[in-house]
């Protein structure tokens, strides 16, 4: 995430090395999966072999199994039990199935791939835009720079609004499908890896939507593209480090609640 050209950005404030229950049992049960290979539609265990298995408390254990129903990557099915959930129905649909949020080498591998999508979609869109995009973009980039000071979850729906308006911008729909997948992802890693704190600079992502939807405005291709490019990386370079400082830093006892 980039500021306007020159400008300063903040560091990442140090990890507070505090990893909730949740969190840890959702990332164990999510190794579980993939260390057993078991495909999509395969019924897990239920809550209970769950918690012996990945040695935390029941009630801890259900929570994690909330999460992961809510980002889609178990069903929970009333009366019959937990499932692997299917991935959707697209090429990359095994790599979500076997994706580790806690993962630094797949964290890296998620915003590698995601660099290659936004730069193709931001130079596309800065060619293709029309008006009311072009307004779109800046009203969705303004709005995360209010929500900057606010609730996190908040801002992280803005955020992903702003890089999808660009997304429909580019006008092509195989493009907008992979930032889509992309974003979901990135939830799994905010909400997993990271508890839904920041992994970096909130106000310094907001500042750099500002920078590049005006480049964008401007039809200012190769300023667009460079802006997109900083962003991403830092984007990718602070979750990275707060990933690692929270996963390193944890204790990984096998009561936590």
């Not at 992994?199 to 401007?218: E, M, N, P, R, T």
Request: contains cysteine.
């Amino acid at each position: 995430m980039a500021s306007e050209a020159g400008a300063e950005l903040d560091a990442p404030a140090p990890a507070s090395g505090y990893r909730p229950g949740y969190e840890i049992a959702a990332e164990r049960i999510l190794e579980y999966i993939v260390e057993q290979e078991l495909p999509p539609g395969t019924r897990l265990p239920t809550e209970s072999a769950l918690a012996e298995i990945v040695g935390m408390s029941r009630t801890i254990v259900r929570e994690a199994v909330k999460i992961l129903s809510a980002l889609g990557r178990l069903s929970v099915q009333r009366g019959r039990g937990i499932y692997v959930a299917r991935p959707p129905e697209a090429p990359w649909g095994a790599s979500i199935s076997g994706f580790l949020p806690a993962d630094p080498d797949q964290v890296g591998e998620i915003f590698e791939f995601r660099r290659f999508v936004e730069l193709s979609t931001t130079d596309l869109a800065s060619r293709r835009a029309t008006p009311a995009q072009v307004r779109a973009i800046r009203e969705a980039a303004e709005h995360t720079r209010e929500l900057a000071a606010g609730d996190l979850e908040d801002f992280n729906r803005a955020d992903a609004v702003f890089h999808r308006s660009i997304g429909e911008a580019a006008a092509n729909t195989f493009m907008l499908g992979c930032l889509d997948a992309v974003q979901r992802l990135q939830q799994q890693i905010s909400v997993i890896a990271l508890a839904s704190t920041a992994g970096g600079s909130v106000s310094a992502a907001a500042d750099q939507h500002v920078a590049i939807a005006a480049a964008i405005a401007d039809g200012d291709t190769a300023l667009a593209v460079r802006l997109m490019t900083e962003h991403v990386d830092l984007t990718a370079q602070q979750f990275k480090s707060a990933i690692l400082g929270r996963v390193f830093t944890a204790p990984q006892g096998p009561s936590q609640d």
